[in-house]
């Protein structure tokens, strides 16, 4: 196994990814079309099947810290994140002084911060990077932690992101995408009730369509999930239990932030227990 290579001398930087779902899966593949060393694990022996230029897992995290100067993490919640760290054979096990961990999961602010003081008693270092589809295949992260180790690791960041945006300290980029998360599904929830409104007064949801797209002049549009909803087939509809089970995850960690920082969160708090009848589709039903 290739030795994991001095970063900080200006050597090829190598990258290891935990966790290839739909992120995990689109960042590795990325990182190999860049052309740096990669090695990646899941639970999933067949998860690399498929990924260009992405090699079979390795046995454990453990064995991905081992190859690598910094591990990016992709599952889909604190627990999960947890075991990768300090689980049997998770990656602070291995011992490598000087790793950089690299937190792309979405969890709470105080997970965040126990990750660090785990990572910093390892000799390791993390940086949380929130990060959001950009709509070709790449993403937007937004990263939290000391400036030079993100220089250090921005090879890696750059083969996977159409923009990095540095938001300071360690945790500042989870926060920034709690908020991002915010303004998603708020939008998500006010189109349902707006086309909710439409119909049962007898006008045609297209209707609706056409107006709210001629009326957008920038930013990002939530009209994707309304023409998600009118196509029997969309990825909202034929994914609404996974989907809801992140919304409750993403706006739970919002409502603890906004108790932390003394915050009344009133959309937020609305807006969560409705998630599931938001992403139902069904614009006949109460809401």
């Known amino acids: 196994m290739r030795a994991p290579s001095d970063a900080a001398q200006g050597d090829t930087i190598t990258a290891g990814v935990i966790g290839l779902g739909?992120?995990?899966?689109?960042?590795a593949r990325n990182i190999a079309a860049a052309g740096l060393p990669l090695t990646v694990y899941d639970i999933r022996h067949d998860a690399a099947d498929g990924l260009t230029g992405v090699a079979a897992p390795l046995g454990s995290p453990a064995d991905v810290a081992r190859a690598s100067d910094v591990?990016?993490?992709s599952v889909v919640d604190a627990?999960?994140?947890?075991?990768?760290?300090?689980g049997e054979h998770g990656l602070l096990g291995a011992g490598r002084r000087g790793l950089v961990v690299l937190l792309l999961s979405t969890v709470a602010l105080s997970a965040v911060r126990e990750f660090a003081a785990l990572?910093?008693?390892h000799g390791a270092t993390l940086l949380d990077a929130g990060v959001t589809?950009?709509?070709?295949?790449r993403l937007v992260s937004m990263i939290g932690g000391p400036a030079e180790v993100v220089d250090r690791v921005r090879p890696v960041l750059d083969a996977f992101s159409k923009a990095v945006v540095h938001c300071g300290p360690v945790g500042s980029g989870m926060v920034t995408k709690i908020?991002?998360?915010?303004?998603?599904?708020?939008?998500?929830?006010?189109?349902?009730?707006?086309?909710?409104?439409?119909v049962r007064a007898g006008v045609d949801p297209e209707r609706l369509i056409e107006v709210l797209d001629k009326a957008v002049t920038g930013g990002t549009s939530p009209l994707f999930l309304l023409r998600d909803h009118l196509d029997a087939e969309g990825v909202i509809r034929r994914q609404a239990a996974y989907i809801d089970a992140l919304a409750q995850k993403d706006l739970a960690a919002a409502q603890e932030l906004g108790r932390e920082i003394d915050l009344a969160t009133p959309v937020?708090?609305?807006?969560?227990?409705?998630?599931?009848?938001?992403l139902e589709g069904d614009y006949e039903g109460s809401v």
């Open 79 to 86: 627990k999960q994140v947890r075991e990768v760290l300090a």
């Open 22 to 27: 739909m992120i995990g899966g689109g960042v």
């Open 71 to 73: 591990v990016l993490i």
């Open 119 to 121: 990572c910093a008693g």
């Open 133 to 137: 589809q950009a709509g070709d295949g």
């Open 179 to 198: 908020a991002r998360n915010v303004v998603t599904y708020a939008s998500w929830a006010v189109v349902r009730e707006a086309t909710s409104m439409a």
């Open 268 to 278: 937020v708090d609305t807006v969560r227990p409705r998630m599931s009848a938001v």
